[in-house]
């Protein structure tokens, strides 16, 4: 605790260091690029309309006018003999310098206009280095642009690009510095969207195609337009806007790889799901009062075929009154098919087995994406946005384990079947309002309702073993429910309101801004499990179930069927209402200093009531919190194209409905409970970062940060019988602090070779945390007796989900040709560190995932102006992910540490094709 006390103090100081005196300008800075090449363009003429003043770019593209600050709007006008002229308008306002981004299009240029549209969005990746650069808030952004020259598909895959952002194997959560899903918040267009995952707070990334997505911002700083719950980042996913002439684009594509090609003849998924990832099907009726299931309980023999069929266009709409209608439109379905397999073992504290298995999986994933933006504009003062999106998911997996089950198999002759159908649905509609009242008072506001719906239609789950005296295969059980199908369903519905009106104060001092979030979000959860009692002495066929499960033999009494606890669903229901003013006051305090002081007031109530098999009284449980939330921002502008920044907040972290709820899901080698006594975090943030743009598509920043939370939440293993993870407030403290370096930089820029550009990024960073068995053991009394024990095997740990050092590279080559064609491509790489995956327990060692690198090449080949091919290969020298258990302290280190967990992806071929309208 001391010891972050004095890395703050240091952050502090070295801020302050950092002030000191340079030469001042005040104007607009701009550059001209050619809107084929995307290069420079050295010689045009550029003119200042008002102060009839002329000038000329040098040679890398670059243009300056000296002139006053100060609320005036001036008009650029750029030109060079060949080329078509371009016309920009900028308004000056407190800023010492503004920045200005113009493209001409050669008079000989073969791209028709909807292409010429398209290439300009190219180089929007240049403005949003300058919303950056310009932004009083400490943002980073990636852009529709940067999203196509790296191949990403989707917003989860753009995320994991970031500084300082990663996504654990095998799972949608995100992690930011080190911080995991309850520490994050992902908005579109600046309002909230709910999570699709029980499990999680936060929606999938990965059903935000790159189609939908203009650019994503991640603020990994807090400010009071923010979400208080927050310490890692906040994702914010702005969608697709469009203006221009009218456009209509179809891209088909097809997708492989070599673990699916090399099982081709031997790929099975469950029956029942629809091609398209949807089912009509659930709980039956009266499932206790025969055997009244849909779908058989054998594998289905599956060719696994997978791609993508995508339409997208829009247009605009001028009427005679000056009003104008902008509309955009996208429908998109994606399809994966994947194979892994790999060891799966559970071990004892002794290291002895209880469970050592190969599991096989092979699955089919789907995403069916629409989406609709009708945007009305009155005039350049006023517009409404109206935007619909519906996001339909599903995995399906198929699991096949062998091998070694304690007191079932322990020859190694067990084997076990589940076979998953997993189904998201989420359905957001937003309004948006942009109103400037007068020329110092602007107005914004969003209104939303979403929906969500999870459901696992028929979840079906075998427990068997080779018999030697039978030579045959029998059922196997430690308890009924081994052997089950299973059913769940989850309702979240949430209404959101944002507004906020800023006003400018007197000579360009600054902005004061107050506005108001509210959110009201309820959940419904239900699942019911019918487990069969099943006798363990007669040969069954493990590839056709359905022989032995029929009604014919349930009426003969071979086997029975139960459900829970006195045949009743489990259910649990959870409402948040959150009540949120806030006020900031963005000011100037002199030519280069300028702060944001920010208050945020939150009022939070949090109900969680449960029907479960561990209790079924019905009971609510409540949490209400009045949070008074502090931020301070500051920028210095050491020279025109540096920043130095520092960022200070109070925030905090409240647990989800899930780990709340008195509710067990259990998995075939771990079971989770949740923890009706938990409660929220405090969390305390500074952030110190320095940026240059030395030119306008080029960056090099570096951040130090640091994080003082109180009470951190962890999954921890309990010291019990049947050793559930839950979920508790494990320590007083815990602490994470890191530095952050990115930079984007030209290698080349020439008419006969092209553009190679290069890019990365690397965060390292350290977590610590105390561990207190005797507070948890305190804090989680229970009414009726009782509370949880932990027995971790260490004192202090990391946090769960953080790698120590993340990195980020991509090498990019762009070159346009006379014909109009041109070519890009980019190869990506990204490796995490060593990171925690569990605590360690009863002697045992921490669960370890090992670190990783991937590979990737994209290639993108604009034939002509309406036809383009792609090809992708992904994860290119297809590592394996393994997860080790380590040693305990004081074991002899030459000992290897037992793998638990591990498999390899395979090598991801893609191929698609464009054609435009």
């Known amino acids: 605790m001391q010891s972050t006390k004095h890395l703050f103090l240091a952050f502090a100081l070295a801020f302050g260091l950092f002030f000191f005196a340079s030469a001042q300008q005040y104007g607009i800075k701009g550059v001209i690029l050619d809107v084929e090449s995307m290069k420079p363009i050295e010689g045009a003429s550029v003119r200042l309309l008002e102060r009839n003043r002329e000038s000329a770019t040098d040679k890398e593209g670059n243009f300056f006018f000296d002139l006053p600050k100060g609320d005036k709007q001036y008009t650029i006008i750029a030109g060079l003999i060949g080329y078509m002229p371009d016309t920009l308008i900028v308004r000056r306002g407190q800023d010492d310098i503004d920045f200005a981004t113009l493209s001409l299009v050669s008079k000989n240029s073969v791209l028709d206009e909807i292409v010429i549209s398209r290439r300009r969005e190219r180089i929007s990746e240049i403005a949003l280095l300058d919303m950056r650069r310009q932004s009083n808030l400490m943002v980073e952004y990636m852009g529709a642009q940067e999203l196509s020259r790296k191949g990403i598909s989707d917003a989860g895959a753009a995320v994991n690009r970031m500084t300082g952002v990663s996504r654990q194997e095998g799972s949608n959560e995100v992690f930011v510095r080190g911080l995991g899903d309850r520490y994050n918040n992902t908005t579109l267009n600046g309002l909230p969207v709910p999570s699709n995952d029980p499990e999680l707070k936060n929606l999938e990334l990965g059903l935000f195609t790159s189609d939908i997505i203009e650019y994503i911002t991640i603020d990994k700083v807090y400010s009071t337009y923010l979400p208080g719950d927050f310490a890692g980042g906040n994702v914010d996913i702005a969608s697709k806007n469009y203006n221009g002439k009218g456009f209509l684009e179809v891209k088909l594509g097809a997708n492989t790889n070599t673990n699916v090609l090399k099982n081709w003849n031997s790929f099975y998924l469950q029956d029942g799901p629809s091609p398209l990832g949807f089912a009509?099907?659930?709980?039956?009726?009266?499932?206790?009062?025969?055997?009244?299931?849909?779908?058989?309980?054998?594998?289905?023999?599956?060719?696994?075929?997978?791609?993508?069929?995508?339409?997208?266009?829009?247009?605009?709409?001028?009427?005679?009154?000056?009003?104008?209608?902008?509309?955009?439109?996208?429908?998109?379905?994606?399809?994966?098919?994947?194979?892994?397999?790999?060891?799966?073992?559970?071990?004892?504290?002794?290291?002895e087995t209880i469970n050592d298995l190969y599991q096989i999986r092979q699955g089919y994933t789907t995403n069916s994406t629409g989406m609709l933006t009708a945007n009305y504009v009155f005039n350049p003062n006023h517009s409404i946005t109206y935007n619909f999106l519906l996001m339909n998911s599903s995995d399906q997996f198929?699991?096949?384990?062998?091998?070694?089950?304690?007191?079932?198999?322990?020859?190694?002759?067990?084997?076990?079947?589940?076979?998953?159908?997993?189904?998201?649905?989420?359905?957001?509609?937003?309004?948006?309002?942009?109103?400037?009242?007068?020329?110092?008072?602007?107005?914004?506001?969003?209104?939303?309702?979403?929906?969500?719906?999870?459901?696992?239609?028929?979840?079906?789950?075998?427990?068997?073993?080779?018999?030697?005296?039978?030579?045959?295969?029998?059922?196997?059980?430690?308890?009924?429910?081994?052997?089950?199908?299973?059913?769940?369903?989850?309702?979240?519905?949430?209404?959101?309101?944002?507004?906020?009106?800023?006003?400018?104060?007197?000579?360009?001092?600054?902005?004061?801004?107050?506005?108001?979030?509210?959110?009201?979000?309820?959940?419904?959860?239900?699942?019911?499990?019918?487990?069969?009692?099943?006798?363990?002495?007669?040969?069954?066929?493990?590839?056709?179930?359905?022989?032995?499960?029929?009604?014919?033999n349930l009426d003969s009494e071979l086997f029975t069927q139960e459900g829970f606890n006195a045949d009743l669903p489990q259910t649990y229901d959870g409402d948040l209402k959150t009540h949120a003013p806030f006020t900031n006051l963005q000011y100037n305090l002199n030519e280069r200093l300028s702060g944001t002081l920010g208050l945020r007031y939150e009022n939070i109530r949090q109900d969680v009531s449960f029907m479960t098999q561990l209790d079924r009284s019905g009971n609510t449980n409540s949490i209400t919190r009045n949070e008074v939330l502090p931020s301070l921002l500051l920028k210095y502008i050491l020279k025109d194209n540096q920043n130095l920044r520092m960022g200070l907040s109070r925030t905090y972290t409240l647990p989800q409905f899930k780990e709340r709820a008195f509710f067990i899901y259990r998995d075939i080698n771990e079971s989770k409970q949740g923890n009706p006594n938990l409660y929220p975090s405090t969390d305390y943030n500074l952030d110190l970062r320095w940026e240059a743009f030395p030119k306008s598509s080029e960056l090099l920043s570096a951040t130090l940060f640091g994080k003082y939370i109180q009470n951190p939440i962890n999954e921890v293993q309990l010291a019990s019988s049947s050793n559930d993870i839950s979920y508790v407030n494990i320590g007083a403290y815990g602490t994470v602090y890191g530095v952050e370096v990115e930079f984007k930089k030209e290698l080349l820029a020439s008419e006969q070779f092209g553009k190679l550009s290069i890019g990365a990024n690397a965060a390292y960073l350290q977590t610590d945390q105390e561990i207190d068995s005797e507070k948890?053991?305190?804090?989680?009394?229970?009414?009726?007796?009782?509370?949880?024990?932990?027995?971790?095997?260490?004192?202090?740990?990391?946090?769960?989900?953080?790698?120590?050092?993340?990195?980020?590279?991509?090498?990019?080559?762009?070159?346009?040709?006379?014909?109009?064609?041109?070519?890009?491509?980019?190869?990506?790489?990204?490796?995490?560190?060593?990171?925690?995956?569990?605590?360690?327990?009863?002697?045992?060692?921490?669960?370890?995932?090992?670190?990783?690198?991937?590979?990737?090449?994209?290639?993108?080949?604009?034939?002509?102006?309406?036809?383009?091919?792609?090809?992708?290969?992904?994860?290119?020298?297809?590592?394996?992910?393994?997860?080790?258990?380590?040693?305990?302290?004081?074991?002899?280190?030459?000992?290897?540490?037992?793998?638990?967990?591990?498999?390899?992806?395979?090598?991801?071929?893609?191929?698609?094709?464009?054609?435009?309208?």
């Open 398 to 552: 198929y699991d096949t384990y062998t091998g070694e089950l304690r007191d079932m198999a322990e020859d190694g002759s067990g084997l076990i079947r589940r076979s998953t159908f997993i189904q998201n649905t989420v359905t957001a509609n937003q309004l948006l309002g942009k109103h400037k009242l007068d020329d110092k008072i602007d107005l914004n506001w969003g209104l939303s309702y979403n929906n969500v719906k999870t459901k696992i239609p028929d979840r079906i789950q075998n427990y068997m073993k080779f018999d030697d005296q039978l030579q045959d295969y029998v059922f196997i059980r430690n308890t009924v429910t081994d052997n089950h199908r299973y059913f769940q369903d989850l309702t979240e519905n949430e209404i959101a309101l944002n507004v906020a009106a800023s006003y400018k104060l007197d000579d360009d001092k600054g902005v004061w801004s107050v506005g108001y979030n509210g959110k009201m979000k309820k959940r419904a959860f239900e699942d019911f499990q019918v487990n069969f009692r099943v006798p363990t002495t007669r040969s069954i066929d493990p590839t056709n179930l359905d022989e032995f499960f029929n009604q014919a």
């Open 280 to 351: 009509n099907y659930g709980v039956p009726n009266d499932p206790l009062g025969g055997f009244n299931f849909q779908n058989s309980m054998n594998p289905v023999k599956k060719t696994p075929i997978a791609g993508n069929l995508g339409v997208l266009g829009g247009k605009s709409f001028q009427f005679g009154n000056g009003h104008k209608l902008n509309l955009f439109a996208s429908a998109n379905f994606t399809s994966d098919t994947y194979h892994r397999e790999g060891v799966n073992r559970r071990l004892s504290t002794g290291r």
């Open 776 to 917: 948890v053991r305190r804090e989680t009394q229970f009414p009726s007796g009782g509370s949880y024990n932990i027995n971790l095997t260490d004192s202090r740990s990391g946090f769960t989900g953080a790698s120590n050092f993340l990195v980020n590279a991509d090498l990019a080559y762009y070159k346009a040709f006379q014909n109009g064609s041109d070519v890009m491509a980019t190869v990506v790489y990204n490796y995490f560190s060593d990171r925690l995956y569990a605590l360690g327990s009863e002697g045992r060692g921490n669960q370890i995932d090992k670190g990783v690198g991937t590979l990737d090449f994209i290639l993108k080949y604009k034939i002509n102006n309406r036809f383009g091919v792609d090809a992708n290969i992904l994860n290119v020298t297809n590592p394996s992910f393994d997860r080790i258990q380590e040693n305990q302290t004081g074991t002899d280190s030459s000992i290897a540490a037992p793998t638990l967990f591990n498999y390899k992806k395979g090598v991801r071929f893609s191929v698609g094709v464009r054609y435009r309208l």
